[in-house]
């Protein structure tokens, strides 16, 4: 595929996304658009980020979530980044 339609396609879900706040259609929209395999790895990979942000080490976070260190190392290195949007969407998460 070419990059520029992937690129489209993106950009399309990520506006469509921005104009709801409707958490049960996104959550809808998620189920008919990945695979249950793709939708455990997504919130796992949000969990982990969550978990290196409360200073859980990386090989406890691999034990818990069943996980390779290579995708938590490179969740971790994300966090880090300057304008991280890791840090902006954990910041911006609704706390229990």
């Known amino acids: 595929m070419d990059d520029t339609l992937k690129k489209q396609g993106l950009d399309e879900i990520c506006?469509?996304?921005?104009?709801?706040?409707?958490?049960q259609l996104i959550k809808d929209f998620f189920v008919c658009l990945f695979t249950p395999a793709e939708l455990e790895d997504i919130s796992k990979r949000?969990?982990?980020v969550k978990e290196i942000d409360k200073?859980?080490?990386?090989r406890e976070i691999a034990r818990?979530?069943?996980?390779?260190?290579?995708?938590?190392?490179?969740?971790?290195?994300?966090?880090?980044?300057?304008n991280s949007a890791f840090r902006k969407m954990l910041?911006?998460?609704?706390?229990p």
């Open 55 to 58: 200073g859980t080490t990386q």
């Open 46 to 48: 949000w969990l982990l």
């Open 91 to 95: 910041d911006s998460a609704v706390k």
């Open 15 to 23: 506006g469509i996304l921005s104009e709801t706040d409707d958490q």
């Open 64 to 82: 818990m979530f069943s996980m390779s260190l290579c995708k938590i190392t490179r969740g971790s290195k994300e966090l880090k980044k300057e």
